[in-house]
């Protein structure tokens, strides 16, 4: 094993400033911060930051880049999930739009949303409908997939896996 122990950090306040940064994601040669404010974009490794037009008042606690499309999950004042299919030009707020959404992640042609005490939502067009999964009364803080293995950490709940997609799940000894 070997460690490198010489690694700097430096603040790159260029346009982001100093707020607080919930969520990051790459896509391409873009990065994406999800920010107390919206979502900002830099498409020069970090040098400089743009604040995109999903911008205040929408707090940002989660993004997932996917090709072209960004989805950015919300919190209060402004609820749910928004999509970009051009990789933060322009936003569409998406059906789910009256959750608190934490988590994101994606696993074939579908997209998974955590949210705030409402469990696990499902998208299989890119967030044009949702359906509730019988995951559906929890605190979803984080969500991970693994193939077809979506794993669900909760909100004092441990740890859920569906084995199949998000059809069904069950709850890890863990």
Known sequence: ???????DWEVLPN????????SLANGGNNIFAGTYFGVYK???NGDEWFQTPLNNPYTVYTLLVNGNYVFAGTGSPANGVFVSTN?????????LNNRTVNA?????NKIFAGTLDYGVYISSNNGATWTQSSLNNLWITALVANGSNIFAATGGNGLYLSTNSGSNWTQTSF
């Open 1 to 7: 094993v070997s460690v490198v122990s010489n690694a």
């Open 42 to 44: 830099s498409t020069n």
């Open 15 to 22: 346009g982001i400033g100093y707020i607080t940064v919930y």
């Open 87 to 95: 990789l933060g030009s322009n936003w569409t707020q998406t059906p």
């Open 104 to 108: 994101l992640t994606i696993s074939g």
